[in-house]
């Protein structure tokens, strides 16, 4: 079982210029999540969608965007990326209800 | 605003010995315990979860203990192991009918030597 994946593992991008981080879950699972971590700070919730069609925001939304495209798929968007989004970013999924939220492997962002 | 608070930031502990991690949260609404463990260069995992209808949950050598009224958990490894040094996130959630999100600590480096 593939579980939570990610793509890509790792990038580098310069200031103002825009990506898309992949998500994919093949566990069936209606809620999704992308979390951003950072030294001292725990993982901290985006944006998040409860299912499919509906998404929200969590605690530190500004400067992203996200895609809920269908059941299995989450995107996290940064229009315009900034030094202060320099972060490890994890995708995770659980059922209806969060009794086990499953992570993927991460994604390591830099920008300069 | 810190809703969960986790102590200390990192610990170490020797080969055989307990180690504990303690948590403290401010809502009241909160209605689900979990503790994540995660490896360097892996996304966390779920290690062991409780709820607030009971005060301690064991699971080989990981307990939970829940003090309701001091708004208070930790997580105790016992008889620890070098293979449990990794970085333990507590969280906290409440249910929603779906619609849960997990708040987490700042997370624990624990390493444990020989």
């Known amino acids: 079982n593939a579980g939570v994946t990610q793509t890509p593992k790792f990038q580098v991008l310069k200031t103002g210029q825009s990506m898309t981080l992949q998500c994919a879950q093949d566990m069936n699972h209606n809620s999704m999540y992308w979390y951003r971590q950072d030294p001292g700070m725990g993982l901290r919730l985006i944006y998040y969608s409860a299912s499919e069609g509906t998404t929200d925001k969590g605690e530190v939304p500004n400067g992203y965007n996200v895609s809920r495209l269908n059941k299995r798929e989450f995107s996290l968007r940064l229009e315009s990326a900034a030094p202060s989004q320099t972060s490890v970013y994890f995708c995770?999924?659980?059922?209806?209800?969060?009794?086990?939220?499953?992570f993927g492997q991460g994604t390591r962002l830099t920008v300069v | 605003q810190q809703q969960v608070k986790q102590s200390p930031q990192s610990l170490i502990v020797q080969k055989g010995g307990i180690s504990i991690i303690n948590c403290a949260y401010e809502n009241t609404a909160f209605d689900y315990f979990p503790w994540y463990q995660q490896f360097p260069g892996k996304g966390p995992a779920l290690l062991i979860a409780?709820?607030?209808?009971?005060s301690e949950k064991k699971e080989g050598r990981f307990t939970i203990s829940f003090n309701k009224s001091a708004k208070q958990f930790s997580l105790h490894i016992m008889d620890s192991q070098p293979g449990d040094s990794a970085t333990y996130f507590c969280?906290?959630?409440?249910?929603?009918?779906?619609?849960?999100?997990?708040?987490f600590g700042t997370g624990t480096r624990l390493t444990i030597i020989p």
């Open positions: 969280a906290a959630s409440i249910s929603n009918f779906g619609n849960e999100k997990l708040t």
């Open positions: 409780i709820r607030p209808d009971v």
């Open positions: 995770a999924s659980s059922s209806r209800s969060v009794t086990e939220a499953f």
